[in-house]
Each structure stands twice: as structure tokens, then as C-alpha cells.
């Protein structure tokens, strides 16, 4: 099925462990993004990628790197986790403005 | 800077009724797009509806209809005959038309919750 396909779809990590999240679409979308969900704050903007080869930062951008590896897939990593990384996240990608296709999210959490 | 605001963090409606739901934004662009989304408890991001900010009339998709009230920057949500599958959070999300990448700025959201 067409869509965006993200992995792992839970994750537990210790304090300082590092990992990187997957994300790949399939519906030669130009940008990409990563959105973290936390209780009371909807969903916000942590990295996105307007087309391949460019990333730029979001709102919180801190404690994350990201790589547009081709137009497909578009990774999160996490250097060194920290509990305040706690969340749910999310990959998502559009073409223009009139369409997101969502993946199903991660749960990470960080002990 | 957008801004998305939803007041409402909890709503509870019965089963046929109708319940509506609020949202205004703030934002200095005047071409863009204005969605409500849908996340049930499998966590899933799914649109309910969308309207461009340059078309007058409000959009509808069956039971779900929005009132969209430019010049007081007001995007609001009516579900028709509340059903029990409609129970989850709805997040309002803007974006505007410029920029090579469309980011979406959402509100905190709304949990609704369907009663019999």
C-alpha cells in the first residue's frame, strides 16, 4: 500500500543511547518532515527536507540530526537521548501544500 | 510566526447530536490552507477535512463541515451526527502557500469523546 512507513514502532532507550528512526514514502513526495507529539502540545515541527539533497530545522530541533537520504527515505537520529525526549513521533511527507500522508508514529521512551 | 489556538481540550457529545469544534490562528499570510485532523486511539494522523484559505465557500465531506471566517481568522469543525467512531483527538493545522516546504503548525487539540 502506498504511504509513509515508519520503524521502529516502539522504542525503549536508556539515558545516552543513541538510535535513529526510519521513515520512507513511496509516493515520490518532494519534502519530508519529523513532527514530535507531546500530552497538551499537538504536534510540532522538529526537522523537515523541501526536496532531496536540503534539511532544514523546525521548532525543536534540539537533540536530533536528520538525513534525506534520497527522495524515499528520510532519517531521525538521536545522538544521546535524554528522558525530555520522551514522545511520539512522527514522519510525514507532502507534495506542494494540499496533501500530508502521515506514517503511524514511534513511541520512544527514554529511562 | 503562526500560531494555531484551540480552546477547547475536552469535549464530550451524544451519539447523533451535533457538536462543533473551535479554532482560530494567527498569521500574517494571506494564501494558505487550514486542515482538521483526526487521531483515533491507533494513533493515526487522518484528514477529516481541508480549505483553502482563497475560496469562500466552507468545505464539507459528509457529516463533517467547517466555518471558515477569514477576516476573524476562526476555522471551526461541526460534525453532524455524532457517531462513536468520531471519538478521538482533532488537531487544527495551518499552512501557508509560500516557502518550498509546506510545514504545518498545529493546535494543542481537542479530545472528543462520543457518549450513547
Known amino acids: 500500500n502506498a504511504g509513509v512507513t515508519q520503524t521502529p514502532k516502539f522504542q525503549v532507550l536508556k539515558t545516552g543511547q543513541s538510535m535513529t528512526l526510519q521513515c520512507a514514502q513511496d509516493?515520490?513526495?518532494?519534502?519530508m518532515y519529523w513532527y514530535r507529539q507531546d500530552p497538551g502540545m499537538g504536534l510540532r515541527l522538529i526537522y523537515y527536507?523541501?526536496?532531496?539533497?536540503?534539511?532544514d530545522k523546525g521548532e525543536v530541533p534540539n537533540g536530533y540530526n536528520v538525513s534525506r537520504l534520497n527522495k524515499r527515505e528520510f532519517s531521525l537520529r538521536l545522538e544521546s537521548a535524554a528522558p525530555s525526549q520522551t514522545s511520539v513521533y512522527f514522519c510525514a511527507s507532502s507534495f506542494q501544500s494540499r496533501g500530508y500522508t502521515f506514517g503511524s508514529g514511534t513511541r520512544l521512551t527514554v529511562v | 510566526a503562526q500560531t494555531v489556538t484551540q480552546s477547547q481540550p475536552e469535549m464530550s457529545v451524544q451519539e447523533a447530536e451535533t457538536v462543533t469544534l473551535s479554532c482560530t490562528y494567527d498569521?500574517?499570510?494571506?494564501?494558505?490552507?487550514l486542515f482538521w485532523y483526526k487521531q483515533p486511539p491507533s494513533r493515526q494522523m487522518i484528514l477529516v477535512i481541508r480549505q483553502e484559505a482563497y475560496k469562500q465557500q466552507n468545505a464539507t465531506e459528509n457529516r463533517f463541515s467547517v466555518n471558515f471566517q477569514k477576516a476573524a481568522k476562526s476555522f471551526s469543525l461541526k460534525i453532524s451526527d455524532s457517531q462513536l467512531g468520531d471519538t478521538a483527538m482533532y488537531f487544527c493545522a495551518f499552512t501557508p502557500l509560500t516557502g518550498t516546504a509546506s510545514k504545518l503548525t498545529f493546535g494543542t487539540g481537542t479530545r472528543l469523546q462520543v457518549t450513547l
Open positions: 498569521t500574517s499570510e494571506s494564501n494558505y490552507y
Open positions: 527536507s523541501a526536496s532531496e539533497g536540503t534539511t
Open positions: 509516493m515520490n513526495h518532494n519534502s
